[in-house]
Nanobody, 112 residues
Framework: QVQLAESGGGLVQAGGSLRLSCAAS?????MGWYRQVPGKQRELVAR???????NYADSVKGRFTISRDNAKNTVYLQMNSLKPEDTAVYYC?????????WGQGTQVTVSS
């Protein structure tokens, strides 16, 4: 069973920065981050494949940067210029073959 261990959420003022990390227990093809607020669907924030292909949600382009360390099976999300609308539970996501895995979620709260 694949395990995803997330860290790095918290409370920050608008304009501040946070860095999320997610370590997988084994090599994954694609890793990324989704976020969800109550009453809304979970949405993609950013994703990166093992070969380095990246895509971002339009709402975070230019502010968030995703990266991964394949040797550590770890993906990072550097979040800069945070806005109150970035407040959500952020979930690590990983794909291996046809199987998808989720982390337990980490709360990010941006105060105005």
């Amino acid at each position: 069973q694949v395990q995803l261990a997330e860290s790095g959420g918290g409370l920050v003022q608008a304009g501040g920065s946070l860095r999320l990390s997610c370590a997988a227990s084994e090599i994954m093809f694609s890793m990324g981050w989704y976020r969800q607020v109550p009453g809304k669907q979970r949405e993609l924030v950013a994703r990166i494949t093992s070969s380095g292909y990246i895509n971002y949600a339009d709402s975070v382009k230019g502010r968030f940067t995703i990266s991964r360390d394949n040797a550590k099976n770890t993906v990072y999300l550097q979040m800069n210029s945070l806005k109150p609308e970035d407040t959500a539970v952020y979930y690590c996501n990983a794909l291996k073959g046809l199987d998808m895995y989720w982390g337990q979620g980490t709360q990010v709260t941006v105060s105005s």
